[in-house]
């Protein structure tokens, strides 16, 4: 967790480093913050941040890389029964390894950052809502009903594992939304 500076409303404490990176990557570099109309400072920061909090936890949590349209496209021949046993059987069986791996924390709060890094760095997009002491958690993954079938049900073992009583998960064909009671 990064340091807040004494004395400082809301500054995290940094430090100055230099770096050596090969032209055609600095190049790169410049012409992405260009497009993100950011510096080539923050962008360096959001992807040592990412790989940090998301890519390198997950790799040694064994998870890996598949394209959308291949899980999409495999959920869907599968019934829900399947979709539903198979959540169940990932859950009661890898989830809770995979969750000590990504975070030193085996709270829900570290599992829902985990979950946040993980939406953001797959490209996923979602946004958070704190109203009336409920956060509600929009994702749009786009990869159909199945799939948000297998996040649905996924959640709901999450809230069990982690006695979040007063949570629910609700679906559509392409959104997964969960509202959580603070």
């Not at 949590?61 to 495999?74: D, I, N, Q, R």
Request: contains cysteine; hydrophobic residues 40%.
């Amino acid at each position: 967790m990064p340091k807040i500076k004494e004395g400082k409303k809301g500054k995290i404490e940094s430090e100055s480093i230099t770096f050596r990176i090969e032209k055609s990557i600095l190049d790169e570099l410049r012409s992405e913050a260009d497009q993100k109309m950011e510096s080539v400072n923050t962008l360096v920061n959001q992807i040592v941040k990412s790989y940090i909090q998301w890519h390198k936890p997950a790799r040694k949590a064994t998870l890996g890389y598949f394209p959308k349209v291949l899980m999409a496209k495999s959920m869907n021949y599968l019934t829900n029964e399947q979709v539903i046993q198979i959540t169940e059987e990932y859950c009661n069986h890898h989830l809770k390894d995979i969750t000590h791996m990504l975070r030193a924390a085996n709270t829900f709060t570290a599992f829902m950052d985990a979950l946040c890094s993980w939406l953001d760095s797959s490209g996923y997009h979602f946004r958070i809502d704190r109203c009336n002491g409920v956060e509600t958690y929009v994702i749009q993954f786009d990869l159909g009903r199945k799939w948000s079938l297998f996040f649905k049900t996924q959640m709901k073992f999450v809230f069990e594992q982690f006695n979040v009583h007063d949570a629910e998960a609700k679906m559509t064909d392409n959104t997964v939304i969960l509202e959580i009671r603070v």
